[in-house]
């Protein structure tokens, strides 16, 4: 079988569906770890560097983004419209809709910088509503 068959045919296995849809179906941005210790289960074949290699082959088809690593952990998203994030002290990552590519930012930077600017990501750093609810609860500032 050429190499081409066999992309292909890994393209339709399984597990990679399962992954797949663990990832577009989260909303939680999980690491590898994560999902594959939810679908382990389900799967009793299925290895952690199954997972990775799948999350980076979605990486490179377009089909997912990696948000970067969040306490110590690669953060992954299968919504890959332009959006920033926001990463919580407590590990969860939040999507922020609506602030997503600014093509004068790329311009501002490229001038500052004298680099070509493909491209850019913006991520916030705070607290999730979870987390803003049990530090107004305790009374803190």
């Given amino acids: 079988m050429d190499n081409g068959s066999e992309r292909a045919r890994a393209r339709r296995s399984v597990k990679r569906d399962a992954i797949l849809k663990a990832l577009l179906q989260s909303k939680s941005h999980p690491s590898a770890e994560h999902i ?3 679908l382990k289960q389900e799967l009793p074949d299925l ?8 999350l980076s082959l979605f990486r490179e088809e377009g089909l997912s983004i990696s948000v970067g690593v969040v306490k110590g952990q690669e953060r992954f998203d299968g919504n890959v419209s332009p959006h920033s994030h926001l990463f919580c002290s407590c590990g969860a990552v939040v ?3 609506g602030i997503g590519i600014d ?4 311009i501002k930077a490229s001038l500052l910088s004298g680099c070509e ?3 850019h990501e913006i991520v916030f750093h ?3 509503p979870e987390c803003k609810n049990k530090k107004e609860r305790s009374g803190g500032n």
């Fill in 36 to 38: 594959y210790n939810l």
């Fill in 47 to 54: 290895s952690l560097g199954t997972v990775y290699r799948n």
């Fill in 95 to 97: 999507d922020i809709d």
């Fill in 103 to 106: 093509e004068e930012l790329d």
């Fill in 117 to 119: 600017i493909t491209g």
């Fill in 126 to 128: 705070g607290l999730c």
